[in-house]
């Protein structure tokens, strides 16, 4: 007897390969939330915004965000009267591990290497203690430092509301 395979059975495979994989990636990527009676997934944007909001609230913060970002965010917010708290941030979230980037503006005279390490302390504490996360790192990028004497009131440089 033989048997000859279709040209369409390796596509349908595929197809079914492709939403399974899918599912699988949402599951892999939140491992840790994974329990008898369902599965929690955390979106990346959900994790953005946590590491957004504990960067701002650390003292020495301006801004976050590169100078095309701020610009973006400015347009964005006089548009729609909107700030976008995941500005400057992004993340990766992977088996159950977070690694997170951050751009940031600081205020002038502040001590950069202080500020990155509580920066990092304060983003890690807070995606940890609200997703149950394990934050892997949290790079710190410094684009720029406000200087209040030559604050040319220009609105793409607008200090984060604390």
Same mark, same amino acid.
């Given at each position: 007897?033989t048997t000859s ?7 349908? #495979?595929?197809?079914?390969s492709?939403? %399974? =994989? /899918?599912?699988? $990636? &949402? ?13 929690t997934?955390i ?5 953005g915004?946590i590491a ?19 610009m973006?965010g #400015? ?5 729609? %009267? =909107? /700030?976008?708290? $995941? &500005?400057?941030?992004s993340?990766?979230v ?12 600081a ?6 290497h ?7 302390h ?6 940890t203690?609200m997703t149950g996360?394990?934050?892997d790192?949290?790079?710190?990028t ?16 607008k200090q984060?509301?604390?």
């Open positions: 007897m395979t279709s040209p369409e059975s390796p596509n349908v #495979a595929s197809h079914s492709a939403q %399974s =994989t /899918s599912s699988e $990636q &949402q599951r892999k990527r939140n491992k840790n939330l994974e329990t008898d009676q369902g599965t997934i979106e990346d944007t959900v994790v915004k957004g909001i504990a960067a701002r609230e650390v003292s020495g913060v301006y801004n976050l965000g590169g100078g095309a970002a701020r973006v #400015a347009l964005r917010e006089s548009l729609t %009267s =909107t /700030s976008n708290i $995941q &500005q400057g941030v993340v990766d992977s088996d159950g591990h977070v690694e997170v980037g951050i751009a940031i503006i205020e002038y005279g502040v001590a950069i202080e500020l990155a390490q509580a920066i990092r304060n983003i890690t504490t807070a995606i203690r996360l394990i934050v790192k949290v790079d710190v410094v684009h720029d430092v406000h200087v209040p004497a030559f604050d040319d009131n220009n609105d793409d440089t984060v509301e604390q």
